[in-house]
């Protein structure tokens, strides 16, 4: 056998090993995302079988549209979701819809928060912002994207006002809830000072777009992202309680603690003088979390390695977030024990059903009664 021969087989190898290696990935993720797709139950969704939705017909139609919902990168606000159309979830021009059915000169309610206010888990129907309209008549828009931050809110807040050049907010009440996504996600050791939890993932694909057309970084990313989530995923289930431990580290870092409950506290600061200075009124919530206060949540099962050391997060922020905001020109309002006793309120360490969002619904339009 000539060595040309020998040398063109050598090479037809060797591209053939490069081709599988480099078509293995995006298949595989496609295949995967069309059984998915073809196979979707939403009895999948554990949370969709819990009896507080028992009285619900709409439950598994939520949660089925709840996994085709998809987001998009903008500048600023980082993500917010596409619109929408379905049975239980409606988004026009990243908002969901909330009940418009308000009386005429009634005051404006804008709601900011993250999936809690965005409202996970309910239909359109039962989100609080929606309840809130109905049980009050109040004109009320629901701002809420899964995932946010305060920091998220506030730039979501000064877009809309420049947007629609409003200058005037005195008939509008502002009401910020918070606490859950500062905590899950701005304890996690990879996140920056007011970094969100895509910050990592946006700088990685900017880095890789910026990198040479035809550089090796761009040619083998998709190989490497697919053996780094496969080495994660064996790494997460031989060592679970280990990696849960060094993810988090609000629980054993006092001066990452108090970084993080101040800058929440500092982003309402900032927010109250947005919204004030236009005339208007503003109220920061800390939201209610599963981990905090003494709710009834046996039946949630929440004892994995992951959750135990959630709770380390919250105890170590939470009494924070509440020392400082005390002491700040801020409306604000303790709500983090709003379920206390409630044994049909949570469907995971931090979402509630129809039943919670009445519960905390009354306790907010108290809270404005009383104002």
């Not at 109220?283 to 209610?288: D, H, I, K, N, S």
């Not at 099962?301 to 905001?325: F, G, R």
């Amino acid at each position: 056998m000539s060595w040309i021969k020998v040398v063109s087989i050598n090479i037809a190898i060797t591209f053939s090993l490069l081709g599988f290696l480099l078509l293995t990935p995006p298949i595989l993720f496609y295949l995967s995302k069309s059984i998915e797709a073809l196979n979707f139950d939403a009895e999948t969704d554990k949370r969709s079988s819990l009896d507080l939705y028992l009285e619900h017909d709409w439950v598994n139609d939520h949660f089925a549209e709840y996994s085709q919902l998809s987001s998009t990168y903008y500048d600023f606000i980082t993500w917010r979701r596409d619109d929408f159309q379905g049975k239980t979830i409606n988004i026009n021009n990243g908002i969901r819809n909330t009940n418009k059915t308000y009386n005429q000169n009634s005051s404006k309610y804008w709601f900011f928060g993250g999936s809690t206010t965005w409202g996970t888990g309910v239909s359109d129907d039962f989100t609080y912002p929606s309840l809130f309209a109905k049980y009050t008549g109040h004109d009320v828009t629901n701002f809420g994207e899964s995932g946010y931050i305060a920091r998220q809110s506030v730039a979501y807040l000064s877009n809309y006002l420049i947007r629609n050049n409003i200058q005037d907010l005195s008939d509008t009440n502002v009401i910020f809830y918070d606490g859950v996504n500062d905590v899950l996600q701005r304890c996690r050791h990879e996140i920056s000072s007011l970094g969100t939890g895509r910050e990592a993932q946006i700088q990685e694909i900017l880095f890789l777009n910026g990198a040479s057309k035809y550089g090796f970084s761009r040619l083998f990313s998709q190989l490497q992202d697919f053996l780094s989530s496969m080495l994660n995923k064996i790494f997460y289930n031989s060592t679970e309680a280990s990696y849960f431990k060094d993810q988090y580290i609000c629980s054993t870092d006092s001066t990452r603690s108090f970084e993080i409950a101040e800058s929440l506290v500092n982003t309402w600061q900032i927010a109250s003088d947005l919204v004030r200075s236009r005339g208007g009124s503003f109220t920061a919530v800390l939201q209610p979390v599963a981990f905090i206060g003494i709710p009834n949540i046996a039946y949630l099962e929440i004892d994995s390695p992951n959750n135990i050391n959630l709770a380390a997060q919250y105890h170590a922020v939470y009494p924070l977030i509440i020392e400082i905001a005390k002491e700040r020109n801020i409306r604000f309002v303790n709500l983090s024990s709003a379920y206390d006793q409630c044994a049909n309120c949570y469907i995971d360490f931090c979402h509630v059903g129809p039943e919670g969002h009445k519960i905390l619904t009354r306790k907010l339009i108290s809270l404005f009664d009383k104002h």
